[in-house]
């Protein structure tokens, strides 16, 4: 969606991510939250405009708005396509340099241009290294969900407790692989992680720098979990310094002292802000 050389095209989650978004299930699954089917492409008045009006635009609404959008979509010519990918490869390049994080997170697999002919090549190789990274933070975060739904629900005293053997909370069971201190190389690998450096060269320096972020953190939850077990007491990701830096290099201080302080729920936090950030990067996010 493009006017002149102007994107207005914004892509939409039609349930919330957030517990403060408009129309969120709390029951929606993580892996739910930014899949293809709970995305809608919108222009940036409507976006308002459908989450200041929750009573008339439910989920039911936008998911036939959707619907009827897509079965009446014809391809556009092809040098309409290459002008607009050339406007969002522009906005790759330039957006997001402020730092901060969105409200609103997106999947970048809608960014696809379709064509009668194809996409022109560069920017269509541009736009392909955005959607394989993105496709790898959905696969870091399958392959280390435990490790987030753990801290999502037990306090890090809860899980110490666990490890030194004073307490056994049956939901720390589900840690168990990680005794095995392979199994965080090993999940990393069936992400994706070790395809990823072939994207570098067409993604912006900043965009990299948040997607390894993004990894480092996965991989260094899962390590410390790992030693958690070795050194019978836990090692706890919001402890660590390795952690902070990683966080700090990208977030905002007072949002990661902000994870930091959370009692429940600190890793899923963090993690949400660094996707925002890529995605901001990415120039596929409603910037608040």
């Given at each position: ?6 994107l207005?095209?914004?892509i ?33 008045t ?30 556009v ?64 975060g399958?392959e ?13 005293e809860e ?52 997607f ?19 050194e ?30 959370l ?24 910037p608040?």
């Amino acid at each position: 969606m493009a006017i002149g050389d102007t994107l207005i095209g914004e892509i939409c989650h039609i349930k919330g991510a957030r517990l403060t978004s408009a129309r969120h299930d709390p029951d929606q699954l993580p892996r739910e939250k930014h899949a293809f089917e709970n995305l809608i492409l919108i222009c940036p008045t409507h976006h308002t405009v459908i989450d200041d009006d929750k009573e008339s635009y439910t989920v039911d609404r936008l998911l036939r708005m959707k619907r009827d959008h897509e079965d009446h979509t014809k391809p556009v010519e092809e040098s309409e396509a290459d002008r607009v990918a050339q406007v969002y490869v522009q906005s790759v390049e330039t957006s997001g340099q402020s730092g901060g994080f969105a409200a609103h997170t997106v999947h970048a697999n809608t960014i696809t241009v379709q064509t009668t002919h194809g996409a022109g090549h560069l920017s269509s190789r541009q736009m392909a290294a955005v959607e394989h990274l993105w496709e790898i933070v959905r696969g870091l975060g399958s392959e280390f969900s435990t490790v987030v739904f753990v801290d999502s629900i037990l306090l890090p005293e809860e899980m110490d407790g666990y490890f030194k053997g004073k307490e056994s909370p049956p939901l720390m069971d589900a840690l168990l692989e990680y005794k095995n201190s392979n199994v965080p190389i090993d999940k990393l690998a069936r992400a994706g992680a070790n395809e990823a450096a072939k994207e570098r060269p067409f993604v912006s320096p900043r965009l990299w720098s948040i997607f390894f972020i993004i990894q480092a953190i996965y991989g260094r939850s899962a390590f410390l979990l790992s030693n958690s077990f070795k050194e019978r007491q836990l090692k706890h990701w919001r402890d660590d310094d390795g952690c902070d830096q990683l966080l700090r290099s990208v977030l905002p201080a007072q949002a990661v002292d902000h994870t930091k302080g959370l009692s429940f729920n600190g890793l899923r936090t963090a993690i949400d802000m660094l996707e925002s950030q890529f995605l901001t990067e990415a120039g596929m996010n409603k910037p608040q």
